[in-house]
């Protein structure tokens, strides 16, 4: 399953941006949901996550306290809200699952592919 990650550009150091991820043929809901990252040069690396189950949230220890993930059922989308954005955010985001409900699964899963990403760039 690969999902589409979008909302990303270019913004300064302190701004926001909203990140969408969406799908097709499979409901959100129904399982966890990560955010990656990736920056130039350097691996994937886990930034949020939500849960199916319980809806509970994971956030990277770089993000805490800046980001915000949700779900909004209806429109069967995730979303990944990014307040005070720095330069060192810069990645692309992407969104995944492994068809899990738990963070703990999807959050350590070796994903062998990505979906589309969205480049975030955050610069003066």
């Known amino acids: 399953v690969q999902l589409q990650a979008s909302g990303g550009g270019l913004v300064q150091p302190g701004g926001s941006l909203r990140l969408s991820c969406a799908a097709s043929g499979i409901t959100l809901d129904e399982y966890a949901i990560g955010w990656f990252r990736q920056a130039p040069g350097k691996e994937h690396e886990g930034v949020s996550c939500i849960s199916s189950s319980d809806s509970s949230t994971y956030y990277a220890d770089s993000v805490k306290g800046r980001f915000t993930i949700s779900r909004d059922n209806a429109k069967n989308t995730v979303f990944l809200q990014m307040n005070s954005l720095k330069p060192e955010d810069t990645a692309i985001y992407y969104c995944?699952?492994?068809?899990?409900?738990?963070?703990?699964?999807?959050?350590?899963?070796?994903?062998?592919?990505w979906g589309q990403g969205t480049q975030v760039t955050v610069s003066s």
């Open positions: 995944t699952t492994d068809l899990s409900v738990s963070c703990e699964s999807a959050m350590t899963f070796k994903y062998g592919s």
